[in-house]
């Protein structure tokens, strides 16, 4: 049975302990059973220590449960065959359950029985089946069937009296479970279920319903070892699931397991066991569970050789089918099919192929095979790859370069181009004239390719006494003066011998011809170094720096002889006087080593008979460090993106020094102004940089480089390094706030310019162009995407709508594009473009009763106006600007509240109708706004006739207008200030009303004790009070007199 995506495959056996083998059944035979009534022998089981050995009595029926994770496991972890066992399948492997107590097998799986056997790799307990009820810990089952009465009273009796130790002996039993799973896994996949597996009850998640008064079961690590931190146990259900921390076989079991005693580890052919110690819990369940985790190998390695170059030998002469073991194989840490399984090469040339030998420990070794004819003089070495194959799906490979070389052996004898060649010398020639030199070739190496020179036995002895042969040059040389009786032609027959070789045959034939006079001779004194006939000068030497006298002789002493230079080069050759017949060899020019190393000159001797000489003379050059390094550019420019990986390649310098050995040898340095952070390989001259450029910080960088040969004393050259960093779209747009708040008058004109938003964007060329744009409310506002300029395209309105929010995105032009908003606020300020409106009373006609029993003081009615706008431009006065009447003065109105009072009491004359014609004015600034009303009183005890009334009303009031301005004072809170409350308010109202200074002291003193009545307030402020919809707008003004606002 499979759980989840995998589970683990779980064994448990009692009643034997870890580490002992059952006897096995011979193949095909029946396992044998115990006997019923006869106790099998237990030689350690659970509570088998510390307690009383209990009467014999069955064996426990086995417990087995199996779950697989993944493919099958390795064939030595699964079950054998037995009747109701568990069999492998293809691919998979069964779970196993016990029989019930009715003799059928559960429904999840197979019951197993038959012959105990156990596997050495896992150390798994297997116990034959018995037909008797399974034992439930904590309790002793009945014996067999055939079980007399009489032994069962016994038993009955027994057991009363070992009732409690074998109740401890059921807890101190430990039971072993054994799963396997794939290495690698993730966390959260399904090892196996412990309670299950146990046929444990009293789990809560996933088991039987406890029984009633039996506390529930609960699982626990015994250790939070180095192996608990690759599972995770849940307590109250007992599944096992992996954890977050994957497990790697071979780091595991290969490298620590040897140490750890969560781990078991084995050579390859063994298992890799992570092992647990699990608590079942509480006490009267408790049981110790051996939890065995067999880590299966998955191909998660590939092949690797040790050395990534290999080097293989094999003979010129080496025969087809030739076997050679390759000494360094592939290694691969997997297991089985996921290991090494074959080997082959990239490219075979067509004369190489691989073979794979398996020794008896199953290790595979690569052997080359020789498949065609080699020739190391053809082809001296082959280089290929070798690759290792595993046997995964899919396969994984390794490498290596595999160099075959072939070695030599001596399959080549000397040869020579020619078979013959002539020579002719002069019969006068002196001692050690050189004649010839002959040269054979031999194809082999080292030894192989060794050549000696002799005569053949043909060459008369007066030749060989003639002529000297080098057996090592082969070069020919006279040995003396040539007598005048020799012969005038010799056949030398020259051989050239070889290890194991027929000798090379050549003929040089030489011709002596005679002379009748002596020719001139020519005697060199050297004056510069001179070692076997090369002069050796140095390149700095001076012009006509001497190199040797010659001397010219005519033997005979009878004929003049002329001397002069014959060949090419700065030299001359010129009488050295006042002596005769003395000449003097010196330069003409300095030496250049880097334009000519070696001058080879001869000195020419001729007489008058027109016999001469020849003294040739080897001139070589010296080096001397006469050059500095040369730079190919003195300018050095390069380029490199910003935010650059660290330490990458910049350039390699590179310089020239036509000097020669170490003089030649150029070494590169960073100037002094180089940033510490830029670094220069001395050796190669590769540049590099350590950290990575930012072009916001620095956009070019400009330094020197040094070239420096190692001559004594040194020369250098100095290059300069301007390094330019490319800009990436690293930088987002910056506003230069993130909040901007524009104040803007209302009625400011359409496309008026409201305000400039400012941004910049540190990156450069289109990378830094930034584009604006409004993200909401685009339907009022745009936005100069070049110039940053805010406008409105409609007039604003502060009654409307009193401030905007608006979000200004600004989009670089990289690719990506990059982007930030910022904030906008705009603030309509108010201007006076709303005259009061007056709310009470609501018409010019509408009139009140007033009884003529009013008192003086007592409030008659009011006048209500607003105005929409703001600050003082909503600051409203009243005044009465004309009157009519019998007494008109009899009334009068508060500016602030607009409360109109009877001020005297009136007599019998004073009935009739008044009308007040009152100017409601803001205090707007220019200039401030009005509105003006009627307010009709009838002063009556009754209104008898209303329609006479009425009719007064509809005519044309004949109004004299008052031109007077009204008076609102500023009242102060009653809490004392630091300086005087009254006093400093007072002299400040009555500068700013530029009314009466009696009357706007009356007001003060009136408000004074009018707000003494209040409360305490806590703040020292100064307020004004406004009759809108009878709300009451306090202003902190912090000592100013005049700084009034409305909502």
Known sequence: MHRGGGGARGFLGTGLPLGRERPRAPHGAQPSSTPRGSPPQQPGGAGASGSPRAPPRPAPEPRVRCVTIGRSPPS?????KGRGGAGRGRGRVFRCLPRRSDGTAPS??????GAGRRSRALGASWLPRSRHRPLEMGHLRSAGRATSHRKLQHLFLFLLFIGPFNCFASYSRATELFYSLNEGLPAGVLIGSLAQDLRLHGVAAEGPPTRRGEPALSFSLASQGLGGQYVSLDNRSGELHTSALQIDRETLCLETGAGSPAFLPAPSSEPCLLLLDVLVLPQEHFRLVKVKIAIRDINDNAPHFPVPNMRLWVPENAPVDTRLAIEHPALDPDLGTNAVQTYRLQDDY???????????????????IVMGALDREAREEYVTLIIAEDGGTPPLLGSATLTIGISDINDNCPQFSDSQFNVTIYGNSSAGTHVATIHAVDLDLGSNAQISYSYSQKVPQPSRDLFHLDESTGAIKLSSKIDGDAPRLHRLTILANGPGCIPAVITVLVSIIKVMLRPPEVIPRFIANEVEGVVYLKELEPVNTPIA???IKDPDEKYKVDCFLDGNGPFKLSPYKPYNNEYLLETTRPLDYEVQQLYEISVVAWNSEGFHVNKIIKVKVLDDNDNSPVFPQQLIELSIEENNAPNVFLTKLHATDADSGERGKVSYFLGPDAPSYFSLDKTTGVLTVSTQLDR?????????????DSGLPPRESIATVIITVLDKNDNSPRFINKDFSFFVPENFPGFGEIGVISVTDADAEQNGWVALSVVNGSDIFVIDTG?????????????????????VEAVDGGDPALSSTAKITILLLDINDNPPLVLFPQSNTSYLLVLPSTLPGSPITEVYAVDKDTGMNAVI????????????????????????????????????????????????????????????????DTVSNESYIESLLRKEPDINIEEKEPQISIEPTHKKMESPSCVPTLVALSIISLGSITLVTGMGIYICLWKGKKHHRADKNLEVQIPLNGRIDLHMLEKKPMEISNI
């Not at 003065?889 to 409360?899: A, H, L, V, Y």
């Open 877 to 940: 006065a009243y005044s009465i600007i004309g009157r009519r009447g019998p007494r008109p003065e009899s009334f009068r109105i508060d500016p602030k509240t607009g409360n109109i009072t009877l001020e005297e009491s009136l007599m019998q004359n004073d009935y009739g109708l008044y009308r007040l014609l009152v100017k409601v004015s803001d205090h707007g600034y220019p200039e401030p706004l009005h509105s003006t009303v009627m307010v009709n009183l009838f002063v009556n």
């Open 549 to 551: 006298f010659f001397t």
């Open 696 to 708: 916001e910080e620095k956009e070019k960088y400009r330094y020197t480089v040094k070239a420096i």
């Open 76 to 80: 030595h972890l699964h079950a054998g």
């Open 787 to 807: 110039k940053g300029v805010l406008r409105a395209k409609v007039s604003l309105d502060r009654e409307q709508q009193s401030s905007y929010v608006l979000w």
């Open 350 to 368: 067509g004369v190489f192929t691989l073979d794979v030998e398996e020794n008896e420990s199953g290790e595979r070794t690569p052997y080359l």
């Open 108 to 113: 999840a799986g197979m019951s197993y029985h």
